[in-house]
């Protein structure tokens, strides 16, 4: 039975910052979900919290989920 009130959502579960292998910052990750499209995601970063409370107060001013 299809339920007509499930909408799909753009996920990124693996995502990296500077603080890790990724040459974005915070500011950035965000900019580029956003333009990508993705609604909900995780950062993953290699033995660090360094950028999740900065990356999560951007998500949130952004209208962005993020799964900490």
Not at 18 to 31: F, Q, R, Y
Request: hydrophobic share 45%; charged share 20%.
């Amino acid at each position: 039975m299809k339920n007509s009130s499930l909408t799909p959502v753009k996920v990124d579960l693996h995502i990296h910052t500077i603080a890790s292998d990724s040459t974005w910052g915070p500011e950035d990750l965000v900019k580029n979900l956003l333009a990508a499209g993705i609604e909900l995601f995780a950062v993953t970063d290699h033995d660090t919290t360094e950028n999740l409370a900065e990356v999560a107060s951007i998500a949130r001013e952004n209208g962005l989920k993020f799964i900490t």
